[in-house]
């Protein structure tokens, strides 16, 4: 059991962190200090906050710390004592822990280009990372009619077509040859820039910014081609890279994060680091299931209520969260040594299907566009379970005539072990169970599992299970 507990960062994985310790039972302090202004919110959600789907409001995480955590917000820790076991804040206070949890995210990175000064960037200049930044973009798209975004991966498609939404004309420039090159091959690309091109995102390929050049009227972004493209705003959608100052600077291991263990612990055994920060088995994060799941490890230690408690990673789906685009990617980009690949493309109905297979087992997949498969290769994915022998019904995303092998995303025939929700890593035994203890609409099921917080996508899947158990109630009580 641990004292003195200070959660550095009150972003996703922090504010998690805060709200599993008070669920547990014992006698701790518990401080979370929080370089942003505001309380806990859905960064997750902020793609759709910018596409005007949602308000601020619906983007804050209810209920996201516990009453016994001191929340202090606006408040950086500038440096770690690991010696006296103390942090420094920004505003010259330093606080003694037993236990210091290091939950400092990412940040987004500015290019290094004329024009763009990463600490003050020009006012119709903003990166997407935080409320602020989307706040920033919202302001600047206010009378705006055209949008440049640099950089076609995920977040930057999302942000387009946010903007785009709102009735903007976008351009999205990438210097890959095709869109998304870390999930998706050339002509899964090619699919996905067509599907932009009918929603109103035009882009722009294998082409490298070179200089920004903004003023209160505009921006232009000058490119490696010799020519000049002009916006009213410039979103940077160029990736992210791990806050891992505050660890190197005290003397902690860091590679590409702050190098953690099984249990989260860095190279101090009285400091431990979750989220975007930390860097478990050579790998960095990014996503928010694994950041809820080290939460969910680290509590279990510091309260003593597991101490075998240990962090294993877990498959992780992606999808892209814009209106008109369906897109599921997970698992591995390239196919392993010997693997079998197995590719559909229909440029014109919009749709695109990978599939890498190694023996019976999927390592990874891409699904774009209208796929009935998907709830079934997102399962099979889930739970390592062999795919069926003749591929095609998942590639195509319907019926071959050959008897299914596969599983089917009926409730009633769902094996128990299937994750409903990514991001919670619910399963739907998990929420049959909830049923069973006594939850009785989706609300109740939600409050208990936390199914559906994150993304929102498994919503309807979560609903269509909790439909199914009543129905199935009333059954067994008429009988
Ligand atoms: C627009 C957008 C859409 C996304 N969509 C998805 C998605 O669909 N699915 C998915 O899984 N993931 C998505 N992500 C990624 C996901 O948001 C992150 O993986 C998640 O937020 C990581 O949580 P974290 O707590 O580690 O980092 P963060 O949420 O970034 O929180 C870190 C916090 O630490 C604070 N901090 C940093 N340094 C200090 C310091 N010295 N002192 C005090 N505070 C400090 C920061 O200000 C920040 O508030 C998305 C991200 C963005 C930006």
């Not at 599907?195 to 722009?204: C, I, K, N, W």
């Not at 790998?283 to 950041?291: D, K, Q, R, S, Y």
Request: hydrophobic residues 45%; charged residues 20%.
């Amino acid at each position: 059991m641990t004292g003195r507990i200070i959660i550095v960062g009150h972003g996703m994985a922090g504010a998690r962190l805060a709200a599993e310790l008070s669920a547990r039972p014992g006698d701790r302090k518990v401080t979370v200090l929080g370089a942003e202004q505001h309380r806990a919110y859905n960064r997750i959600m902020l793609s759709n906050l910018l596409a005007g789907k949602v308000g601020e409001s619906d983007v804050e995480l209810a209920g996201a710390a516990g009453q016994a955590v001191d929340v202090r917000l606006g408040v950086a820790v500038t440096a770690i004592d690991r010696a006296d076991r103390t942090v420094h804040t920004a505003d010259g206070d330093r606080i003694s822990y037993d236990h210091l949890v290091l939950a400092t995210g990412s940040r987004a990175v500015v290019p290094p280009l004329p024009g763009l000064d990463p600490e003050a960037l020009p006012d119709r200049v903003a990166v997407f990372r935080t409320l602020d930044d989307c706040r920033r973009i919202l302001a600047a798209a206010e009378g705006a009619r055209s949008a440049l975004v640099l950089g076609g991966g995920l977040l930057g498609l999302e942000a387009a077509r946010g903007l785009a939404t709102r009735g903007l004309d976008v351009r999205v420039v990438h210097p890959v040859g095709h869109l998304m090159e870390r999930q998706l091959d050339p002509a899964g690309g090619a699919v996905l820039a067509r599907t932009l091109a009918d929603l109103g995102v035009r882009t722009q390929l294998a082409v490298a910014a070179t200089a920004v050049t903004a003023d209160p009227d505009g921006v232009t972004l000058a490119l490696s081609d010799g020519t000049e493209l002009a916006a009213d705003l410039l979103v940077l959608s160029c990736g992210v890279r791990p806050e891992t100052g505050l660890a190197r600077t005290a003397g902690l291991a860091v590679e590409r994060g702050v190098v953690v263990d099984d249990r989260l612990r860095t190279s101090d055994p009285h400091i431990s680091a979750i989220g975007d920060c930390a860097q478990h088995d050579g790998t960095v994060g990014g996503l928010v299931a694994p950041a809820w799941a080290q939460a969910r490890v680290v509590a279990e230690l510091l309260t003593g209520n597991d101490p075998g408690a240990r962090y294993r990673p877990q498959p992780v789906v992606t999808r892209l969260k814009a209106a008109g685009i369906d897109l599921a990617a997970m698992g591995e980009p390239t196919p392993v040594a010997g693997g079998e690949e197995l590719t559909f493309t229909d440029p014109a109905r919009g749709t695109y299907a990978r599939l890498l297979i190694d023996g019976d087992r999927l390592t990874g997949a891409i699904l774009l566009g209208d796929n009935p498969s998907v709830g079934t290769v997102i399962q099979l994915f889930d739970r390592g379970a062999p795919v069926p022998a003749d591929r095609r019904s998942l590639l195509l995303g319907r019926a071959t005539g050959v008897p299914a092998a596969a599983p089917v995303t009926t409730p009633a025939l769902m094996p128990d072990a299937t994750t409903v929700c990514q991001c919670n890593t619910v399963t739907k035994g998990a929420l049959v169970r909830c049923w069973r203890a006594g939850a009785r609409s989706v609300g109740e099921v939600v409050a208990t599992t936390r199914a559906t917080t994150g993304c929102g996508s498994c919503r309807d899947a979560v609903e269509g299970i909790v439909n199914w158990l009543s129905a199935v109630d009333s059954v067994e009580v008429g009988a």
